[in-house]
């Protein structure tokens, strides 16, 4: 079974400081994992994905295998990166099949 | 392409009443979802498609749920009898064969009394 936790429902931080938004996963085989954004009163859309190794909005994230982890990190958090974020999984023989975790509201301070 | 339409906007109903949720999704694409948001549980997958075909309803919490995809582009969520801890936002996405990106529609928004 795969399965993804966020262990912060709620983050705050103020504009300027760093933040990490943490995110695990359980699943036995090479895991795909996104990160998803939904800013206020927008759609649910995608941030980023692993496969990619890319920056988007200058936010990063690194797949550790060895923790099992994939947390999405900026250096210099913006008012504008408010919004709710849900990493996700896909993988195994469901493949089409994509695992959201609960999601993690942050919250930038001006 | 207007992206996944979904349809209503909102929906409130009374305890016991059928609920329809109808989806459209972007067309060309062959993977569509159903997925539930609440503030306890996060975004819960309910069911998904592939070419129209039902392939995994593990999701789908008991048997007052259903979900049909009569054609590439329409897609319907049923719920009946309606309960209030139906009350959540409901997403339709849909996403290429060979991709992984999900497109969501708008969500519906339901609230059984």
């Known amino acids: 079974a795969q399965r993804v936790t966020q262990p912060e429902k709620l983050l705050s931080v103020f504009k300027g400081a760093p933040v990490e938004l943490k995110c695990n996963y359980s699943?036995?085989?090479?895991?795909?994992l996104f990160w998803y954004v939904q800013y206020s009163r927008q759609r649910l859309q995608l941030l980023l994905r692993?496969?990619s190794r890319e920056s988007i909005k200058g936010f990063t994230a690194d797949l550790n295998k060895g923790e099992t982890s994939f947390h999405l990190k900026k250096p210099f958090a913006q008012e504008e990166d408010s919004a709710m974020y849900y990493c996700?999984?896909?993988?195994?023989?469901?493949?089409?099949?994509?695992?959201f975790g609960q999601g993690t509201i942050l919250t930038v301070h001006p | 392409d207007a992206g996944v339409i979904q349809s209503p906007r909102h929906e409130v109903t009374e305890m016991g009443q059928e609920v329809t949720l109808r989806c459209k999704p972007i067309?060309?694409?062959?993977?569509l979802f159903w997925y539930r948001q609440t503030m306890m549980r996060g975004l819960e997958l309910l069911i998904y498609?592939?070419?129209?075909?039902?392939?995994?309803d593990s999701g789908m919490p008991e048997d007052r749920f259903s979900a049909k995809m009569p054609n590439a582009s329409f897609s319907t969520l049923k719920i009946q009898p309606s309960e209030p801890r139906d009350s959540a936002v409901y997403f339709c996405?849909?996403?290429?064969?060979?991709?992984?990106?999900?497109?969501f529609g708008s969500g519906t928004q339901l609230s059984v009394l």
């Open positions: 699943y036995s085989g090479s895991p795909e």
């Open positions: 067309s060309g694409h062959d993977y």
């Open positions: 996405a849909s996403s290429l064969i060979t991709g992984q990106k999900l497109f």
């Open positions: 498609f592939n070419n129209n075909v039902p392939i995994d």
């Open positions: 996700a999984l896909a993988g195994g023989t469901s493949y089409g099949k994509l695992t």
């Open positions: 692993h496969i």
